[in-house]
């Protein structure tokens, strides 16, 4: 069964920094493109990052380019989202998901399989 697992969540002032790190199971993560989405309380889902199978190729949403940095380590599975400079306009679930590649237009509806989400709150 292939899973993705999201962890690093949590609460931060304005201005601080989180890592989010998306972990998978059942699957080999680097024969994937994977992505970051967020969804806000009475909001739709929007992508926020997304970087391609090698690494090679990343993709942000412009309202986080130069805060938030993506990465991948496929030895160990895992994909990062340095989040830095957080606003609370960033608070939301984060969620990671699996594609084939990593698009210019980061779409939900592109993707596959999903992990279950984690919190990421930015309030004083």
């Known amino acids: 069964q292939l899973q993705l697992v999201e962890s690093g969540g949590g609460l931060v002032q304005p201005g601080g920094s989180l890592r989010l790190s998306c972990a998978a199971s059942?699957?080999?993560?680097?024969?994937?493109?994977i992505g970051w989405f967020r969804q806000a309380p009475g909001k739709e889902r929007e992508g926020v990052s997304c970087i391609s199978r090698s690494g090679g190729l990343t993709n942000y949403a412009d309202s986080v380019k130069g805060r938030f940095t993506i990465s991948r380590e496929n030895a160990k599975s895992t994909v990062d989202l340095q989040m830095n400079s957080l606003k609370p306009e960033d608070t939301a679930i984060y969620y990671c998901?699996?594609?084939?590649?990593?698009?210019?237009?980061?779409?939900?509806?592109?993707?596959?399989?999903w992990g279950q989400g984690t919190q990421v709150t930015v309030s004083s």
């Open positions: 059942g699957f080999t993560l680097g024969a994937y493109a």
């Open positions: 998901a699996a594609d084939t590649v990593c698009r210019g237009e980061l779409r939900a509806g592109d993707y596959d399989t």
